[in-house]
T-cell receptor, first 116, second 113 residues
Framework: DAGVIQSPRHEVTEMGQEVTLRCKPI?????LFWYRQTMMRGLELLIY????????DSGMPEDRFSAKMPNASFSTLKIQPSEPRDSAVYFC??????????????FGPGTRLTVL | DQQVKQNSPSLSVQEGRISILNCDYT??????FLWYKKYPAEGPTFLIS?????DKNEDGRFTVFLNKSAKHLSLHIVPSQPGDSAVYFC????????????FGKGTRLSVIA
């Protein structure tokens, strides 16, 4: 199994530009999560989907952030316009809803975003 | 308001000794607790978990202890090895499969040879 795939691995952009992060979950998984990791706040949940439907987006910091999951094998997280304070590592994770007692999530390698 | 707290941002331990990483939580509705391990430039990977009906779960060198009354859990690694050097995240979850994980900020463990 290829695991959770994220692209790009690194993104450097200028303030005001649109940024799109991509995620392919593990085949067969039906829950997908977007997290942001910073030194100050650790791992924060931004939004999660069950069966391609957004369930909770209360962690999305501002309207500049949006996420979509058009099908079971693809999700995007978009920031428009980007700001320097958005610089962080963004992780995508997937899990099998109801697949076991421990709700284990499998993480991708992350996208390191730098906004200049 | 942090529901899962890891109050030690870092910990250094000598190789062969015991590493103890601590985690506190505030939400009494949490039923499952997990530890994730993260190496640089990689995503977190699942390490070990425990259900609230247990007070101990062991897997090789790794043992997680849960004290529900104190809302506290700890991860013991013994003996510690240099390859254990990583950031360890404590996470908690409510109903199985129905709620997302809530993570602590992580503790960076350095095992010194």
């Amino acid at each position: 199994d290829a695991g959770v795939i994220q692209s790009p691995r690194h993104e450097v952009t200028e303030m005001g530009q649109e940024v799109t992060l991509r995620c392919k979950p593990i085949s067969g998984h039906n829950s997908l999560f977007w997290y942001r990791q910073t030194m100050m706040r650790g791992l924060e949940l931004l939004i999660y989907f069950n069966n391609n439907v957004p369930i909770d987006d209360s962690g999305m910091p501002e309207d500049r952030f949006s996420a979509k999951m058009p099908n079971a094998s693809f999700s995007t997280l978009k920031i428009q316009p980007s700001e320097p304070r958005d610089s962080a590592v963004y992780f995508c994770a997937s899990s099998l809803l109801g697949g076991g007692p421990y709700n284990e999530q499998f993480f991708g390698p992350g996208t390191r975003l730098t906004v200049l | 308001d942090q529901q899962v707290k890891q109050n030690s941002p870092s910990l250094s331990v000598q190789e062969g000794r015991i590493s103890i990483l601590n985690c506190d939580y505030t939400n009494s509705m949490f039923d499952y607790f997990l530890w994730y391990k993260k190496y640089p430039a990689e995503g977190p990977t699942f390490l070990i978990s425990i259900s609230s009906i247990k007070d101990k779960n062991e897997d090789g060198r790794f043992t997680v202890f849960l004290n529900k009354s104190a809302k506290h859990l700890s991860l013991h690694i013994v003996p510690s090895q240099p390859g254990d050097s990583a950031v360890y995240f404590c996470a908690a979850s409510g109903l199985s499969g129905n709620t997302p994980l809530v993570f602590g900020k992580g503790t960076r463990l350095s095992v010194i040879a």
